[in-house]
Each structure stands twice: as C-alpha cells, then as structure tokens.
C-alpha cells in the first residue's frame, strides 16, 4: 500500500494560461523501491464573449458613446470605444 503520496506545482488559481509541472513526492510503500516522474498541468484560455450594448440616437446628432459587456466573472475592464 501507498501512503503519503503529495503533489506540488508552482501554479495557482490566478496562474496564466500555460502549461505547469505537476510533481509528485512523499510517498512510502514497504518492500518497494518508489520512482517518481513528473505529470503536467495545462491551463488553457477560457472564452469570453463581449456584447455591445444597444444604443440609439436622434436623426442628424452625433453617435452616442458605445459600450460593451463582458461577464462578471471576467477580468476584462469595462471599456467605451
């Protein structure tokens, strides 16, 4: 039987997208002489739609500002184009 077995990578929740070692270490098993290779953890881009928001105008007047919305789980900031 195993015990003891950890893992350890350098990437955490805020981690960019990118690929992470995945090491493994502290395990103990009687009567077996234990070898470790490493693993790989691959963050991959998540999708974000951005939508415009509606706008209108009168006849003859400047365009209105336009703005978008993003998600509000999304770390895009806000922005007027």
């Keep these: 039987m195993v ?3 950890q893992f350890s990578t350098t990437a955490t929740v805020g981690s960019n997208v990118g690929t992470y070692a995945i090491t493994p ?3 103990s098993a009687t009567n077996y002489a234990l070898a470790y290779a490493p693993g790989t953890l691959t963050i991959n ?3 974000l739609t951005i939508t ?3 706008a209108t105008k009168i ?3 400047a365009l209105p500002s336009f703005t978008a ?3 509000a789980w999304s770390t895009a900031t ?3 184009w």
């Design 3 to 5: 015990t003891g077995l």
């Design 25 to 27: 270490f502290g395990a």
């Design 45 to 47: 881009s998540a999708a």
């Design 52 to 54: 415009a928001n509606s």
């Design 59 to 61: 006849y003859g007047a």
């Design 69 to 71: 919305a993003t998600p």
């Design 78 to 80: 806000p922005h007027r």
